[in-house]
């Protein structure tokens, strides 16, 4: 039986860029089971390269991304699709299809991967949208729902093929306060209700200093990853300027 906090993706060496230009070089770092990760850093630092080549969308120019021990770019396109159909993945934008209701934008991974029947997909959406408090908005199209709405119903598609690994980049952009702190909670329930494994990219520091159970540092001036371990721990032991400067506006987060 796998075991929380046991390494789930470990990235080995990594380097990333695109054509010429180099965006991270050489990082190395572990993700464990059950971990609430944070990718972190200053815009256009690199977190989003990072999370594109954990998800396969990305091939490294030098190193490895080991899934349960598995180097997903060694192995063959079929395989890698295989590996990467087991994440449920939400985007900044939600990138929700605006010719389709909230209802069948949440089925669609499902009527794609699974073979499920169209009533076993109908309980399953309700069921997501319950968890994400949509419940009601079915029919409606994201034209006629609200930014948050938009972030709420893409995590209910990320969820509803019920993955061990759950990638966010920037799931808190261009959300007020409030509803930034509501979806903070939300995410912190499905990881410890599920044990949901939680990828995150952001430099928003409440949501860091909330949830974050471990995390790197993304430093745009080096191209390194700097592994830092628990946010609220960092503040107080790290040594590096960046990190302080960085993470030091962040202090006093929820336990």
Known sequence: M???NEPLIVVKDLTLGYGDVPIVRDANF??????????MGLSGSGKSTIMRSMVGLLPPVHGAV???????????????????????VSFQSGALFSSMTIFE???????????????KIHQRVCEKLKVVGLCGCENLYPSEVSGGMIKRAALARALVNEPDVLFFDEPSAGLDPVRSSELDELILDINHKNGTTIIMVTHELSTIMSIATNAIYVDASTKRVVPIGEPRNAIKTTKNP??????????????
């Open 105 to 119: 934008n949440v089925a669609l991974p499902m009527e794609l991967k699974s073979d499920l029947s169209a009533t």
């Open 30 to 39: 572990a993700i464990n089971r059950g971990d609430i990760f944070v990718i």
């Open 66 to 88: 080991f899934i349960d021990g598995v180097d997903m770019w060694a192995v063959d396109a079929d395989a890698r699709a295989k590996i990467v159909g087991g994440f449920g």
């Open 2 to 4: 796998k075991k929380q």
């Open 242 to 255: 960046r990190i302080i400067e960085f993470l030091g506006a962040g202090k006093g987060g929820k336990k």
